[in-house]
């Protein structure tokens, strides 16, 4: 195995370990259907565990992808490369940012609300929160689609 296969046996196992537990995380909040306070918590509790798995594989993806790049520069001169890695650090910002300033006031109400009902603030604060990873999650199915089929 060449140390460029190596790169790329990594980086598919990264896709793979770190982008699906990555597409699952609102899901698991939703579909898990928390009807307590206590079951809100304890979703957020495992979410925040998977993303730690996602932003291992997330930064091993990036790492690797432009290794990849620099071992053959003709990536670079490709419009899936160039547009793929532009989308990846799109998304990437969106932590930071958008990402950010949603969970923030969800956190605090998870901290510091007393009651055992989940309060009806919530909900709007999650579906604001659930819109932006959801378009982070599309962002990434289209980086997945231009790595697979290299179309341009
Ligand atoms: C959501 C993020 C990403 C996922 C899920 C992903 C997934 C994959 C997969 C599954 C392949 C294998 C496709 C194949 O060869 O048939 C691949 C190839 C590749 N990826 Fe990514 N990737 C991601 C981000 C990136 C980024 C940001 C870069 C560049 C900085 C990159 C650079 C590459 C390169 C150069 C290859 C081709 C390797 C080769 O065929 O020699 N990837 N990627």
């Known amino acids: 195995m060449t140390f460029y296969e190596f790169l790329v046996f990594l980086h598919i196992f990264s896709a793979i370990l ?14 898990s259907n928390p009807s307590n306070m206590t079951e809100l ?13 996602t932003m291992v594989g997330g930064t091993l993806l990036l790492i690797t992808g432009i290794w990849m790049g620099f071992l053959n ?12 890695l532009f989308l990846f650090l799109v998304a ?11 969970s923030k006031p969800i ?7 007393k009651e055992e009902d989940i309060p009806e603030e919530y909900n709007q604060l999650s579906k604001k929160l659930f819109f932006v990873e959801h378009i982070e999650n599309i962002i990434f199915l289209i980086i997945i689609a231009l790595m697979i089929l290299k179309p341009f």
């Open 41 to 53: 918590r304890h979703s957020f509790a495992i979410r925040n565990k998977l993303h730690i798995i």
């Open 18 to 31: 770190g982008m699906g537990p990555g597409f699952v995380m609102s899901f698991v909040v939703t579909r």
């Open 92 to 102: 990437l910002a969106f932590g930071p940012t958008l990402l950010k300033s949603r």
């Open 107 to 113: 956190k605090e109400l998870l901290r510091e609300y």
């Open 73 to 84: 520069t003709y990536w670079f001169s490709q419009g899936w490369y160039v547009s793929s």
